[in-house]
């Protein structure tokens, strides 16, 4: 509630900024590109997604006015803009404005420059939404190579792109190359966040899936356990990760022939809702 009232003061501040700053410079001066784009991202995260929408479109249209359309605050008004369109499920608009964003993005700054980096991030996690996995895995592996040059090699957002990878890489059925995308990430988490870190027990999780598809069952045993022991500790046996993992399992075991093993599990997952009420 605290966080709500944050929101609501702030946007209430910059709305009369906008009408000050209209008032005293014009309706066309650059600083409202910067004051419109602060304005849409508050009210993005309060989930008036159409108000920010509308608020960049004027920021950008007065962005590329006064400074080009190859200005950096070009990109910073369409990455804005793509992520209130993403909350939409407006998912090919927010692709076209990430990779224009890219585009400035590439022509401004140095090769290894973050905001590069995670406007890549960003069109990775769309495409995956629409299931090009392939164009996201290619778009993240360059996200990824950005971020090792610019925070190092060992960096949690390195983990995380490694991991989110594998992913793709295992949507597309290429198991193999994705086992040492994980198994790399995992380093990395258990290295820089602990080894009991909610993340290695993502990790884990996507470990024991991949190894369950390419046949190796005591490795994915062992990866079902860890996370499982993890996501227990961590969130809890009523968060919905554990419950996930916990159902993945019973599933393994079942396919397995393990089946009394599989039913013991199974006893103490929550009953589905199948919306039937009949």
Do not use: W
């Not at 709500?4 to 590109?33: A, K």
């Not at 070009?74 to 209130?84: D, E, F, I, N, R």
């Not at 022991?229 to 397995?256: M, S």
């Amino acid at each position: 509630a605290d966080e709500e009232g944050d929101f609501d003061t702030g946007r209430e501040l910059l709305e009369r900024v906008v009408v000050l700053q209209e008032e005293s410079r014009g309706p066309d001066h650059p600083i409202l590109v910067t004051t419109l784009n602060n304005l849409a991202v508050v009210m993005k995260n309060q989930g008036d997604y159409a108000a920010a929408i509308e608020n960049c479109e004027r920021a950008l249209a007065i962005g590329e006015k006064v400074h080009g359309p190859n200005h950096e605050e070009v990109g910073m008004v369409l990455t804005t803009l793509a992520t209130a369109e993403i909350n939409t499920e407006d998912y090919d608009a927010a692709v076209t404005h990430l990779e224009r964003a890219a585009e400035i993005y590439r022509s401004v700054y140095d090769s290894d420059h973050t905001s590069l980096a995670i406007t890549l991030g960003n069109l990775s996690i769309v495409l995956s939404e629409i299931g090009d996995y392939a164009a996201a895995q290619q778009y993240l592996s360059e996200a990824r190579e950005i971020f090792e040059k610019s925070l190092g090699p060992r960096h949690h957002f390195v983990a995380s792109c490694y991991h989110n990878e594998g992913i793709y890489l295992r949507e597309l059925g290429d198991y193999r190359a994705a086992l040492p995308l994980v198994e790399r990430g995992l380093e990395i988490r258990e290295e820089a966040l602990g080894p009991d870190h909610p993340h290695v027990g993502d990790s884990m999780d996507e470990l024991a899936i991949i190894h369950d598809r390419l046949g190796d069952d005591e490795s994915a045993e062992a990866s079902f356990r860890r996370a499982l022991e993890i996501r227990e500790d961590k969130l809890g046996t009523d968060h919905p990760e554990y419950l996930q993992t916990l159902e993945a399992y019973a599933q393994f075991l079942r396919v397995a022939g393990r089946i009394r093993e599989a039913e013991e599990i199974e006893q103490n997952l929550p009953i589905k809702d199948t919306g039937d009420t009949s």
